[in-house]
């Protein structure tokens, strides 16, 4: 096992939004990945490099070691159940939320507390089926893997769940959102084996992380 330090993120928002938190801690990416076709990325730190993949991708690559550190939306990590990964620190980057949301005109008429049966499109099936079963209220789901907003306007789905931040998605295609399931932020995880045996070098990246999220 090398003795630097590999983080996986994903490129877009996450990616822009960690770059500050990183570049506070003094670690700064040799290319911008969002220019780069390459997935591995150097730091100006040598112990410090950096995987570009997809961020559903995010939790097994340190689940498994082939990265120590990785960063992923608390949206992914509930999604898939059973990871064995510690999580120390809430980025608070990748603010959003998890809402059911439906069409205005079903919202007019609509009574959520009366809901017993429900279809819905979602990224999200674990998530969804949890929270609806927790509320004694039947599930039909159809997974999607993006787009979900327009699931309901097409008769695939009565209603989505799905991430709103500014609510502009939801607004430009008629939904409105009529539950909130949880707030969304990114988390730092970190592989268990990594913890132990690169402790000092992950415990750094952490508090010096940490002293960005604070400032
Ligand atoms: N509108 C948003 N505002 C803020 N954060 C968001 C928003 N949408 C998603 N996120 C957060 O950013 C993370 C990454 O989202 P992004 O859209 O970059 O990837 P994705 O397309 O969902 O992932 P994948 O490529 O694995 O399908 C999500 O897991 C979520 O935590
Ligand atoms: O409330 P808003 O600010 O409009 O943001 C919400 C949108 O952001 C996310 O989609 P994203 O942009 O990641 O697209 P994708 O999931 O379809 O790839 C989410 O799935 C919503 O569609």
Excluded at 88 to 113: F, K, N, T, W, Y
Aim: glycine share 6%; aromatic share 4%.
């Amino acid at each position: 096992m090398s003795t630097g330090i590999t983080i996986a993120l994903s490129k877009g928002r996450i990616l822009q939004e960690a770059i500050p938190l990183f570049a506070g801690a003094g670690i700064h990416l040799a290319e911008d990945p969002d220019e780069s076709r390459k997935l591995i990325i150097p730091s100006t730190d040598p112990a410090v490099r950096f995987l570009v993949i997809r961020a559903s991708d995010v939790p097994t690559y340190v689940t498994w070691g082939a990265a120590d550190v990785g960063i992923a939306g608390k949206d992914v990590l509930l999604e898939q159940e059973g990871l064995d990964l510690y999580e120390p620190l809430d980025l608070r980057i990748g603010i959003c939320h998890m809402a059911v949301a439906e069409p205005a005109s079903l919202a007019a008429h609509d009574a959520p507390q009366n809901w017993e049966r429900v279809r819905i499109a979602t990224k999200y099936p674990h998530i969804t089926r949890n929270y609806f079963h927790a509320r004694g209220v039947q599930t039909e789901i159809i997974k999607l893997y993006g787009s979900m907003e327009l699931a309901p306007l097409v008769g695939l789905a009565d209603r989505i769940v799905d991430l709103v931040s500014s609510g502009r998605t939801l607004k430009e295609n008629g939904l409105v959102e009529v539950e909130e399931i949880m707030p969304i932020s990114s988390r730092l995880v970190v592989n268990r084996a990594a913890m132990k045996l690169k402790r000092h070098a992950i415990e750094t990246l952490i508090s010096q992380l940490e002293a960005q999220v604070a400032s």
